[in-house]
């Protein structure tokens, strides 16, 4: 996972507002004057009442420029139904999981009483005042999986209605490709940051800007509606790692704008049966290419889960022979010859990291992994012992 710059997207946050608000302020005031007005079943209020913190039917502005353009962590701070809206639809997204495997993960035995513990720290982090009427009609949710799926069948019941009525205001399909190719341009990302290995290639088609990547919603669409249409809902990405792997998971992964692996997370080659002394030296394939995981709570699920769900182990042993090559080059050039290359391009003002282009194809800058594919795979094994 390579972090994104949710500086890019603050900047081009005013142009998008600007291309949005209109037809949003229209679909609201379409949906807010049918009568009788859709009712949330949580809270027993209308559920266009969440675009209102003023005068009722009439569309808030400030709310409208937080939802479009503003961070989940703004939106979640400024209005407290939002913030409820989320953590719901999350308690739905996630709740999918399958206990065992997430207690499997953990290293804890699966015990009926383990189990029933999962679901309720699992429902205590997504609790809120949407959920109160419900869990006072389920009380004994955790105590089995019955109990738990019919507690969220009648909670995924109702955000279904809230969201039928969402769509209507917010909805992808409202987004032109035109637009789409114009964000997914400007972020400027250039390798997809869920895999770092394939490129997201930007061309002219005329006087129109294109990509060949896909438009992620982190949080996916078909759940989160009221975030179809939010900026920072949108990851650029590979068709690979969006079309096939990602898909609308019920996977809690990191969120790019906050989280990168870091040294959380890094490659490494680990030594098998089949290796020889020529594996040290990169003359040859012969060894494991491990991701290497270190950290605890929530943010090392995370890792654990985008790892698992983009399949990257099993990808990134396609890449073996990029990896012996570095490894041969690294062996190859020795310390002496490295530091004749510092001499002499420092007389051409250059520095480290271009030496590094200049050895093994990738400047090895942890700040320019968005840039190059495989370049977090080059950093960690040059890096690291």
Not at 80 to 97: D, F, M, P, Q, R
Request: overall charge positive; charged content about 20%.
């Amino acid at each position: 996972m390579i972090k994104l710059n949710p500086r890019i997207v603050a900047q081009i946050g005013p142009a998008y507002l600007q291309e949005q608000i209109g037809g949003l302020r229209q679909r609201y005031n379409k949906e807010a004057a049918v009568r009788p007005a859709v009712i949330n079943p949580f809270t027993g209020l209308t559920v266009v009442g969440l675009f209102e913190t003023g005068r009722r039917g009439v569309l808030t502005t400030a709310f409208a420029r937080d939802l479009l353009t503003g961070t989940f962590d703004e939106l979640c701070s400024k209005y407290e139904g939002i913030n409820h809206y989320l953590l719901t639809c999350k308690l739905v997204h996630y709740g999918s999981a399958n206990v065992d495997e997430q207690l499997r993960k953990a290293s804890i035995t699966a015990t009926p009483g383990s189990r029933a513990q999962y679901r309720q720290d699992f429902v205590a982090r997504f609790n809120n005042d949407w959920l109160a009427g419900l869990l006072a009609q389920h009380p004994h949710y955790y105590e089995s999986s019955a109990k738990f799926k019919r507690f969220m069948k009648s909670v995924s019941r109702r955000l279904k209605i809230v969201n039928g009525c969402l769509m209507k205001i917010v909805d992808y399909s409202y987004m032109g490709s035109d637009l789409r190719h114009k964000i997914l341009t400007q972020i400027g990302i250039e390798v997809c940051p869920y895999c770092n290995r394939q490129y997201i290639t930007h061309y002219q088609d005329g006087l129109k800007a294109r990509t060949t990547a896909d438009l992620d919603h982190f949080y996916p669409n078909s759940v989160f509606k009221l975030f179809s249409l939010s900026l920072y809902n949108f990851i650029p990405s590979c068709q690979i790692c969006n079309s096939r792997f990602k898909l609308a998971k019920g996977s809690e992964i990191l969120y790019p704008y906050d989280y990168e692996y870091s040294g959380d997370a890094y490659f490494a080659v680990k030594l098998n049966g089949s290796s020889t002394v020529d594996t040290l030296t990169g003359n040859n394939a012969l060894f494991d290419l491990k991701i290497v995981r270190n950290g605890t709570g929530s943010q090392a699920a995370e890792i654990h889960n985008s790892i698992e769900l983009f399949n990257l182990e099993q990808l990134y042993q396609s890449h073996k022979d990029y990896v012996r090559e570095l490894l041969y080059k690294q062996h190859a050039y020795s310390r002496t010859y490295k530091q004749q290359l510092e001499e002499l391009f420092a007389d051409m003002g250059l520095d480290q990291f271009d030496i590094h282009l200049f050895l093994y194809g990738n400047s090895l800058r942890s700040d320019e992994f968005g840039k190059r594919p495989l370049s977090k795979l080059a950093y960690d094994i040059i890096n690291r012992p």
